[in-house]
């Protein structure tokens, strides 16, 4: 019997999405770069910086690799809204009413689902009615908007004299600096448990992000 398929993301959220994977892993190598040639403070031996980076000492070719992916980046957000729009996708991005509830319910679920299976006992998951649960959506609706920080940290610095206006938004210089390294580790730690998920979620999932439908109406 044919399964009924439902159209879940757009093709160019699918492309700004695959995009993302190469644009944020330069833009942190190079990043990284830019940092080490100037560290305010260096929390971490120098193996780290000289290893996860793409070099040390080195701030010009640094910028120009970072400025390199910056615009892709800021092209690669266009398109991503273009196709949130288009495909009508930023409806299911946006907080509901019942959010906190429902964040809660998932992440009992998922603190309880190892326990419960070694166990061997039943540990249903919340019933979801929407495309994403509330956590997804919170933590889908963060990367947009990280994004936008990121670039606006990022001119912040670049222009602070003719986009003065920008830098005293995030109080000083230094501050769109903390800014814009925080949300660094904000898109890394996001990514971490988004691939477990995806994994654990399974493969309609995974194939929803490759060719844009799915078998399963909800979630
Ligand atoms: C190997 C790495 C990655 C894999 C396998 C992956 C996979 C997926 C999949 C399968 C979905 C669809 C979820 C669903 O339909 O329920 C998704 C959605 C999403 N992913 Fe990823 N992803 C990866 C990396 C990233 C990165 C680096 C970002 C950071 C920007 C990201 C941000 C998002 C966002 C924002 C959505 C929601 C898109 C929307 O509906 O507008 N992903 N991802």
């Given at each position: 019997m044919d399964v009924p398929l439902t159209a879940k993301h757009h093709l160019l959220v699918r492309l700004a999405h695959w995009l993302n994977i190469p644009l944020l892993l330069g833009l942190t190598l190079s990043g990284i770069s830019v940092y080490w040639a100037s560290p305010v403070f260096k929390p971490f031996p120098p193996w780290v910086y000289e290893r996860f980076s793409l070099g040390t000492f080195d701030l010009a070719r640094a910028l120009r690799l970072h400025w390199f992916f910056a615009y892709w980046f800021m092209l690669n957000g266009l398109i991503y809204a273009i196709g949130l729009v288009a495909g009508g996708g930023w409806r299911d991005l946006l907080p509901r009413r019942h959010d906190l509830r429902d964040a809660w319910a998932m992440i009992r679920f998922y603190a309880g689902f190892v326990p419960m299976k070694l166990r061997r006992k039943p540990w249903p998951h919340p019933v979801v009615?929407?495309?994403?649960?509330a956590l997804q959506r919170a933590g889908y609706l963060s990367m947009p908007l990280a994004g936008l920080a990121s670039i606006a940290s990022g001119w912040a610095m670049h222009k602070p004299v003719q986009l003065g206006w920008l830098e005293r938004l995030f109080l000083s210089y230094d501050g769109a600096r903390v800014v814009h390294f925080f949300l660094m580790w904000v898109f890394l730690f996001f990514v971490v448990p988004h691939v477990v998920l995806v994994v654990a979620d399974g493969w309609d999932t995974f194939r929803s992000m490759v060719t844009g439908w799915s078998e399963r109406t909800h979630g």
């Open positions: 009615t929407s495309k994403y649960n």
